[in-house]
């Protein structure tokens, strides 16, 4: 599929001479991992026995009555330990820092689930943890930031640029620099230089290859489309590996914000504000301007809300494998309204982009087709966001009372 890296003209390893050997040093431990015939089956017990796989896929009974059209099934990774996909990524990358011997962990993290994993991960294996997050992310996510530092992870502010994710990014990778011999950086999506975007997407690939194993055994035929959000796209290179060589069409679903033409949003696929270029050690389509300067980004979901994406997806675009849609922060806001009312599931603001683009697309399918939604996450950590959103007045007054009483300590 690639060449050390390259998924058409993307990927690659953009790195400074001083963290060559590191790279070469991970590169082969992946390698050894993976044709190690004891590796995959250790990392699958894991998966079993910590995070409760494998997941669900639910029958989504009522929204498809409620559509009227495909038959709507939704693969559960909200159920992972942790509550979101992040966990498949982490325990793996937990087991590789093993092998090699290491005994710290740093990572960034944007909506703190990435973060809250790999404090996880690194208090069932006993590292040494840190985690960067942007100053705009620790405000919104502040539940999330509040469980890392519990799990006995260091959380670091990230003051510098826009204060979100690609900002985290850039202050781990300083870090890395300074801690090579002990520290493993646990990047959190299938971006980043070789070897990430490939060893992030063969721990992921656990989604879509159970994904395929029960959508046979619940409808008897593969899918018509599967559909993922996409940040860095870590749960869409993980679903999607389920079906690549099937014709199955691929759906990637990006942060649509206030809309694509309100210079407000987060898509670095479906817009036509992105271009090629190399930052952060590999080569994608990000949000810059003409000088190469990261442009500021918005979604309502902390974790979609990057400038770069993974160099497989944005070979997927180029190449017609995948397609790609925007969902805006109201459609978002819609879809997990009504997933909630009509089957008690409460997505990630995330993951909603693929419930709201898959929900303006079942209706037009036929009844005896079958999509499946990947629910990312788990959208209790959206509280603070969703009640805002429906600008709940009982939660407004929840918080007051709150806060008066913290006052008064
Ligand atoms: C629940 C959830 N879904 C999706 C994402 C986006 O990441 P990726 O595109 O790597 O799956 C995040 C990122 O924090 C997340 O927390």
Known sequence: MHNRGYYGEFGGAFLPEILAATFDE???AFEAAKADPDFRPAYLRLMENYSGRPTPLTFAENLTRHFGGARIYIKREDLNHTGAHKANN??????????????????????????????????????????Y???VDVQR???NVFWMERLGATVVSVRDGTRILKDAINEAFRDWVSN??????????????????????YFQSIIGHEARQQIMAQHGAMPKRVYACVGGGSNAMGLFSGFLEDSVELVGVEAGGHGLTSGRHASRLKSRDASVGVAQGYKTYFLQNNDGQMQETHSISAGLDYVGVSPILSHFRDSGRARFEAATDDEVVAAVELSMRKEGL?????????????????PHMKPDEAIIINQSGRGDKDIFTVADAFNDPKWREFIIGKAEKYKKR
């Open 180 to 201: 090579m011999d002990t520290t493993h950086y646990v990047l959190g999506t299938a971006c980043g230089p070789h070897p990430f975007p490939e060893m992030v997407t």
């Open 346 to 362: 409460i997505p990630a603001l995330e993951s909603a982009h693929a419930f709201a683009q898959a929900f303006k697309e079942a």
């Open 133 to 135: 997050m942007g100053e």
């Open 26 to 28: 991970l590169e082969a």
């Open 141 to 143: 996510q502040r539940p």
């Open 90 to 131: 982490v325990m793996g990358q937990g087991l590789l820092v093993k092998r090699m011997g290491k005994r710290r962990v740093i990572a960034e993290t944007g909506a703190g689930q990435h973060g809250v994993a790999t404090a996880t991960m690194a208090a069932r294996f006993g590292f040494e943890c840190t985690i």
